[in-house]
């Protein structure tokens, strides 16, 4: 059974850095892309960041140059490094996992809390 467990969400000023770490328990392939969504209620889920396995990565536009994403193939976890935090980047924040080949798994953690605010 697969788990993803996130951490280090929490209350930070505008202007400042938080770290998010996801943690991987189970099986999975290899061949695979590990990312971080966000989500506010009322809106829908927004893409992050995404690292593939093969190599790219991949931000969504609101959060380009300002955060990086980084896994660890060996520990299989995944972070997230925030730095310049707007109000507006408050939301939970959910790892994912998702295999790449033909009907490879989706998985999902619970997500983190991030609030920014002054």
């Known amino acids: 059974q697969v788990q993803l467990v996130e951490s280090g969400g929490g209350l930070v000023q505008p202007g400042g850095s938080l770290r998010l770490s996801c943690e991987i328990s189970?099986?999975?392939?290899?061949?695979?892309?590990m990312g971080w969504y966000r989500q506010v209620p009322g809106k829908e889920r927004e893409l992050v960041a995404q690292?593939?396995?093969?190599?790219?990565?991949n931000y969504g536009d609101a959060v380009q140059g300002r955060f990086i994403i980084s896994r660890d193939n060996v520990m299989n976890a995944v972070y997230l490094e925030m730095n310049s935090l707007k109000p507006e980047d408050s939301a939970v924040y959910l790892c994912?996992?998702?295999?790449?080949?033909?009907?490879?798994?989706?998985?999902w953690g619970q997500g983190t809390q991030v609030t920014v605010s002054s």
């Open positions: 994912n996992v998702r295999e790449l080949y033909r009907g490879g798994s989706d998985y």
């Open positions: 189970g099986s999975i392939s290899g061949y695979n892309a």
């Open positions: 690292s593939f396995s093969t190599g790219p990565t």
